[in-house]
């Protein structure tokens, strides 16, 4: 999964005529996003959701998925976009995000506002240092589809579970 997110430009020896990778297309508010495909286990109906107690915005819960216990994190609230509202095509994308101890990987949900579709390119543009809506260290780069670019998430940046920990336990704490 590592090696997908990374941001593969023309001159690091891949080109136009190597093999596309496959990307998940969904919104955050009026905005469309993508992650690579292979982080993705996959995609659920907003379901029931078990609150806890003391965490911050970004939390939604944790829910149920067969026997096991998943975080659900609101992308649009951990991203710091306008809030998302629960809707008929909100989604809980699932998905698998390595750990950097080389560890089993951690299991999460990501709530969306819509999943579209699934799509190829096989090479993203660098991110802008600036002007996107959220932090550019978040970014692996930009693809295009159809006539619109798009941000492509880093979930091991935007998931990194040290990062969530500390961000759970400074709000905790106040």
């Given at each position: 999964?590592?090696?997908?997110l990374?941001?593969?430009?023309?001159?690091?020896?891949?080109?136009?005529?190597?093999t596309?990778i496959?990307y998940l297309?969904?919104a955050?508010?009026?905005?469309?996003?993508a992650v690579a495909?292979?982080a993705?286990?996959?995609?659920?109906?907003?379901?029931?959701m078990t609150?806890?107690?003391?965490?911050p915005?970004?939390m939604?819960?944790?829910m149920?998925?067969r026997?096991?216990v998943?975080?659900?994190i609101d992308l649009?609230?951990r991203?710091?976009l306008?809030g998302?509202?629960f809707g008929?095509?909100s989604?809980?994308?699932?998905v698998?995000i390595?750990d950097?101890?080389?560890?089993a990987s951690?299991t999460?949900?990501?709530m969306?506002d819509?999943?579209?579709e699934v799509?190829?390119?096989?090479?993203?543009?660098?991110?802008?240092a600036?002007?996107?809506p959220?932090?550019?260290?978040f970014?692996?780069?930009?693809?295009?589809?159809d006539k619109?670019?798009l941000?492509v998430?880093?979930l091991?940046?935007?998931l990194?579970q040290?990062?969530l920990?500390q961000?759970?336990?400074?709000h905790?704490g106040?």
């Amino acid at each position: 999964m590592q090696d997908s997110l990374q941001p593969r430009q023309a001159g690091d020896g891949f080109s136009a005529t190597d093999t596309p990778i496959q990307y998940l297309r969904f919104a955050l508010g009026t905005g469309s996003y993508a992650v690579a495909i292979d982080a993705v286990r996959e995609i659920l109906q907003v379901e029931t959701m078990t609150a806890v107690p003391l965490m911050p915005s970004f939390m939604r819960g944790v829910m149920n998925l067969r026997g096991s216990v998943v975080p659900v994190i609101d992308l649009s609230a951990r991203l710091d976009l306008p809030g998302s509202s629960f809707g008929r095509r909100s989604c809980v994308v699932i998905v698998d995000i390595d750990d950097p101890e080389g560890e089993a990987s951690n299991t999460m949900g990501m709530m969306v506002d819509a999943v579209y579709e699934v799509f190829e390119t096989a090479m993203l543009e660098p991110s802008p240092a600036f002007g996107t809506p959220i932090a550019p260290g978040f970014i692996s780069g930009m693809a295009r589809i159809d006539k619109q670019v798009l941000a492509v998430l880093n979930l091991d940046r935007v998931l990194a579970q040290s990062e969530l920990s500390q961000l759970v336990a400074s709000h905790v704490g106040h």
